[in-house]
């Protein structure tokens, strides 16, 4: 590549002197998995407090941009506080009980006594 053509290119983007890859392969900052927010976080999660896992999800991904895990777990705290916000929760509930119910009853072959 010629200097002019890598001087147009690096004009657009800032350039730091270590790149957060460099830095996860040199173990200075650990994967997001790794990290203890990413457990808090989750637990935050499952126990429902959703508000405070977005928070903690959205440093991680401040941290992470550049990995999938991090945005994928933000954006399903996002999703499962708004299902929660407006109760589409009982609504999923009652359909799973239904559909458990209609396959048991109507849609499973019954077995037939062996003589």
């Known amino acids: 590549m010629s200097g002019c053509a890598q001087a147009q290119r690096s004009e657009g983007t800032p350039q730091s002197s270590v790149s957060s890859a460099a830095l996860v392969k040199n173990n200075r900052l650990p994967l997001p998995s790794k990290e203890p927010i990413n457990a808090q976080a989750s637990d935050h999660f499952y126990d429902m407090d959703y508000e405070r896992s977005i928070q903690e999800f959205t440093l991680l991904y401040e941290r992470h941009a550049d ?49």
């Open 67 to 115: 990995d999938p895990d991090s945005i994928n777990h933000l954006l399903n705290a996002v999703l499962f506080h708004e299902l929660y916000r407006i109760g589409a929760f009982i609504g999923v509930a009652i359909i799973l009980i239904v559909a458990s119910f209609v396959y048991q009853r109507f849609l499973v072959p019954k077995a037939e006594n062996p003589v």
